[in-house]
């Protein structure tokens, strides 16, 4: 049993009245915001990890953290944030987690050193735990069946923006001003984003409240961080041993152990944080492997390409997240079109096309050179904005099409808890198999160099005169200098080579999900009001 309750202030803008037939796209536009915010910040930061390593005088291993500790929060809070809503109230819970993220991104602007920003991420991430699956429920709760689609498709505009503009905006702010700025832009967004919740959505809340599982989110706390512990410092430098190492068994240990506790108390606690019943419905079970793989591939290709764009081909950091601009303008086109095109026909359709299109980028990108062309990136980039333009907005209403609207919140926060984790899976899975097949590579090439060979000699005989000719010296440094470009050629060479492996990778793990797919049974119902089964 639900109850609506309805904002005071609305009544002041009859306009924004809950009965008003433009009243859900304004909650749309509202949700949009804290969206766009919340999924920039996962990106808008990659650029500027350098200056921020430079300005506090750290290692990388440890200015990383400012990366993972948002991600980690994010997939922490996911889960809570549906009791947290139905407890609460919708709109207070979206208010507070917007609240939270714009006074996160206000204390990261003033951190006076690295652990005080990686902690005010963690502020940061909390909020933006509870923007993402609350801001969809109440999407979700407020258009029709018929109409939900659509609507998700443009939800998913916001999302996609904010993936394209965040290289973008945070190179050119990093680049312009300070590190600062990336942070400081959040603040007057989240002003007007808080101001527009307060003054459009009503409150909705559960008649009933349950009691609060602390052995659940505990032992799912505790699961979660083991687990992206483990899969964000596998590659760690300062962790030598690997992924063999103590550190790492010891977070999987604590992981699987937590995880076994987990099970358990979520199946005999009577009010679970995570119901796990969800899993029964096929459609939302299948939805959440396609979603899982579909982030290994995502997240880790996405984390491959600014590393070959700035480190082989030379890209400045602005240049590299030009390049990621026309693949948020894809999508923004493709995901309300998705969205139309979901309540019309069987959305397994457009996902299958989508993972083939995603599949097909991939591959394209496994044969990179120090002589790519702009059009050998740019096209499979736009053919995968379209690919995932066709899978995430149907896959989002399939996956709730069956859930009961009291359980929304919590089914779109596993939703995209298991995302995060695919992609924080895909990071560490792809970047320790590029450190891998980097040193194969290497050690292949350096075993064909013969230094006797009279293709060598030529190579370093033109290698000299480069050298002579552009910063001169006696004629054992310039033979030395000859062969050390000759060896940074090799090291580049298996880098490319690496990477190409990793996106090869990647495709093979996207193609799987076409299996998945056939087990979805789409119920789609008809403008006309009849229910028909696609199978």
């Known amino acids: 049993m639900v109850r609506d309750g309805r904002n005071k202030m609305i009544g002041i803008v009859p306009s924004l009245h809950h009965e008003h037939k433009f009243y859900k796209w304004w909650v749309l536009i509202s949700v949009m915001i804290g969206t766009f915010m919340a999924v920039l910040d996962a990106t808008i930061v990659n650029v500027g990890l350098s200056k921020m390593t430079a300005a506090f005088g750290t290692s990388v291993d440890k200015i990383e953290w400012v990366l993972t500790a948002y991600l980690l929060i994010f997939a922490v809070m996911l889960p809570s944030s549906g009791w947290i809503a139905d407890h609460f109230g919708y709109k207070k819970t979206y208010f507070f987690g917007m609240l939270l993220f714009t006074v996160g991104s206000l204390l990261c602007s003033l951190s006076w050193n690295e652990n005080a920003l990686i902690f005010f991420r963690v502020v940061q991430g909390a909020g933006a735990g509870f923007i993402m699956p609350v801001g969809m429920a109440i999407v979700t709760r407020e258009f029709p069946v018929e109409q939900r689609g ?39 967004v989240g002003i007007i984003g808080l101001i527009v919740v307060l003054i459009v959505q009503r409150e909705f809340k559960t008649e009933k409240t349950r009691g609060f599982d602390f052995l659940g ?13 483990a ?60 979603l899982f793989v579909f982030g290994i591939g995502f997240f880790g290709s996405t984390f491959l390409l600014p590393l070959y764009l700035q480190n082989s081909l030379g890209y400045t950091a602005f240049q590299a997240g030009m390049v990621f601009l026309p693949l948020g303008i894809v999508q923004a086109f493709v995901s309300p079109l998705a969205g139309r095109l979901t309540d019309k026909i069987n959305p397994k359709i457009m996902v299958m096309i989508g993972v083939l299109l995603l599949s097909w980028s991939l591959y394209a990108y496994g044969f990179f050179s120090l002589q790519t062309e702009s059009s050998q990136i740019q096209i499979p980039l ?39 984790i695919g992609g924080s899976f895909g990071v560490s899975l792809l970047g320790s198999l590029l450190t891998r097949r980097t040193i194969f590579h290497l050690q292949a090439f350096s075993q ?10 030529n190579t370093v005989n033109h290698a000299k005169s480069f ?4 910063v001169g010296g006696s004629q054992a440094e310039i033979t030395a200098r000859a062969k050390a470009m000759i060896m940074l050629n ?29 087990f979805l049974k789409i119920s789609k119902v008809k403008a006309a009001g009849k229910t028909g089964t696609l199978e």
């Open 217 to 229: 989110f505990i032992s799912m706390t505790v699961f979660l961080t083991s687990l992206l512990l």
């Open 150 to 188: 659509t609507a998700i498709g443009f939800w998913g505009i916001a999302s996609a923006a904010s993936v394209s503009l965040g290289p973008l905006v945070g190179g050119y702010l990093i680049d312009t001003f300070s590190w600062h700025a990336i942070f400081d832009v959040n603040i007057p």
């Open 231 to 290: 899969f964000a410092d596998g590659n760690a430098s300062w962790n030598t041993g690997g992924w063999t190492s103590s550190f790492i068994l010891s977070c999987f240990f604590i992981s699987a152990l937590s995880f076994i506790v987990f099970i358990i108390t979520e199946i005999n606690v009577k009010h679970p944080i995570v119901d796990l019943t969800l899993f029964r419905d096929r459609n939302f079970a299948s939805a959440n492997i396609i």
């Open 467 to 470: 050298v002579m000719n552009s």
């Open 490 to 518: 090799i090291s580049s060479q298996s880098f490319i080579q690496g990477i190409s492996d990793d996106f090869l990778v990647a495709a093979l793990l996207s193609i799987v999900l076409i299996i998945p797919i056939f």
């Open 382 to 420: 736009l053919v995968r904005a379209l690919g995932l333009g066709l899978i995430f907005t149907p896959l989002s209403t399939v996956s709730l099409l069956n859930i009961p609207k009291h359980k929304i919140a919590q089914a779109s926060g596993l939703f995209n808890t298991i995302r995060q």
């Open 448 to 457: 064909n160099v013969d230094s006797s060979s009279p293709v060598f000699q």
